[in-house]
């Protein structure tokens, strides 16, 4: 073996240690990468059932409306009856009595609606709180995975423990969603 080849051998030997060092720096990039991954399929599915919700929300809304017109028409109509002239009193009588009962029930139906619109309404605003961690820990995250990789062009970790404060406040946005009620 020449003294080139040695000499060769040697910086290749010293190269290739060096860049062992950066071996924790790769793997979490490769971590951090999977974790953005993750937390953006998570924002999205969030968003996507808070769009979901206030779609279902709207329909409450409407059926409740169908009813209060409903409600509201009856009650025209009773009015109506109550001060024309009918030849056959007892057939008014029964349609009275018969919107009188709709009436009622529809009251009743209209407080069920409007609860269960308000619910779904919390559950909107529920999804879309969660949503925006999620997106706060997507970008925390994808900053920390980019600063994680100056590491490797510079070769200073302090890049490196940038990086990581980063992807630290990322998670721990992604695990408040857990608290929110």
């Known amino acids: 073996m020449e003294a080139n080849e ?3 051998l040697q910086e290749h030997a010293e190269h290739g240690s060096h860049d062992s060092g950066l071996r924790p720096v790769a793997f979490t990039m490769s971590v951090l990468a999977v974790m953005v991954a993750v937390t953006t399929v ?29 409600a509201y028409d009856t009650m025209l109509a009773t ?50 709180s969660q949503g925006r961690f999620f997106d706060l820990a997507e970008a925390l995250l994808e900053i920390g995975l980019v600063i994680t990789s100056v590491t490797l062009l510079t070769r200073s970790k302090i890049y490196w423990y940038l990086g990581l404060v980063f992807s630290l406040l990322g998670v721990a946005s992604a695990a408040s969603v857990l608290f929110l009620k």
Not at 42 to 70: F, I, M, P
Not at 89 to 112: F, M, P, Q, S, T
Request: proline share 0%.
């Open 6 to 8: 040695a000499h060769e």
């Open 42 to 70: 998570l924002g999205h599915r969030t968003h996507t059932e808070a769009v979901l919700k206030q779609a279902e929300a709207s329909d409450t809304w409407n059926e409740y409306q169908a009813k209060k017109n409903r």
């Open 79 to 128: 009015d109506l009856l109550s001060v024309v002239t009918i030849a056959d009193e007892n057939a008014a009588r029964k349609i009275v009595k018969g919107y009188a009962d709709h009436k009622d029930k529809w009251a009743e139906d209209l407080k069920e609606e409007e609860k269960e619109a308000r619910a779904l309404e919390d559950k909107v605003k529920l999804a879309e």
